[in-house]
């Protein structure tokens, strides 16, 4: 199975702050990289599909980046309900994956 | 804009079956997308279970396969997972979902069915 790594675990930070949360895939996933958030006993949310395509519906302050094994997810501006876990998914190969997610909370 | 519910049983024994069912409101599962189920236990990260086409055609996570049966009634507009022999370790919050009509990634979710395996 592709193991799917992110960094950091948990990470504080501030309203307006510029946040970047990277993944990592144990092989090469082309773009086939998928962002979900989630607040606490909520289903995921899609954000972001095929690396860096944005969800219908969701904020033009997502966006992610990224190919191959390295792809980040960055917030330009954070907003209150922002403040979720955050969780990559991969669907290059099968069984997909997801990362153990990040936490972001309010400093 | 398409509703997915779980329901089921939200305990059930050890060596036991949980049978969960997802029912789609607003959308047609005749009508195409595949449909799935995920599932997240305590503090772990989610974990994808398998998906189904409207024609019955399936793709299971290899770690269940032995277990697991996931079957679609289009008569209903529903979809079904079956997980045998269950023990604490599938204890969960289980998700069923959409996946998109782009690629292998869910766009669509249920709110999430917790089930606990405990005598």
């Known amino acids: 199975d592709i193991q799917m790594t992110q960094s950091p675990s948990t990470l504080s930070a501030s309203v307006g702050d510029r946040v970047t949360i990277t993944c990592r895939a144990s092989?090469?996933?082309?773009?086939?990289l998928a962002w979900y958030q989630q607040r606490p006993g909520k289903a995921p949310r899609l954000l972001i599909y095929?690396?860096?395509s944005l969800q219908s519906g969701v904020p033009s302050r997502f966006s992610g980046s990224g190919s191959g094994t390295e792809f980040s997810l960055t917030i330009s501006s954070l907003q209150p309900e922002d403040f979720a876990t955050y969780s990559c998914?991969?669907?290059?190969?099968?069984?997909?994956?997801f990362g153990q997610g990040t936490k972001v909370e309010i400093k | 804009q398409v509703q997915l519910q779980e329901s089921g049983p939200g305990l059930v024994k050890p060596s036991e079956t949980l049978s969960l069912t997802c029912i789609v409101s607003?959308?047609?599962?005749?009508?195409?997308?595949?449909w799935g189920w995920v599932r997240q236990p305590p503090g772990k990260r989610l974990e994808w279970i398998g998906r189904?086409?409207?024609?019955?055609?399936?793709y299971y996570n290899p770690s269940l396969k032995s277990r697991l049966t996931i079957s679609v009634d289009t008569s209903k507009n529903q979809f079904s997972l079956k997980l045998t022999s269950v023990t604490a370790t599938d204890t969960a919050v289980y998700y069923c979902?959409?996946?998109?009509?782009?690629?292998?990634?869910?766009?669509?979710w249920g709110q999430g069915a917790l089930v606990t395996v405990s005598s």
């Open positions: 979902a959409r996946l998109s009509g782009y690629g292998e990634f869910f766009d669509f």
């Open positions: 607003d959308y047609s599962i005749s009508s195409g997308y595949y």
């Open positions: 095929e690396a860096s």
């Open positions: 189904i086409y409207h024609d019955g055609n399936t």
């Open positions: 998914q991969q669907y290059n190969m099968y069984p997909w994956t």
């Open positions: 092989q090469g996933i082309h773009r086939w």
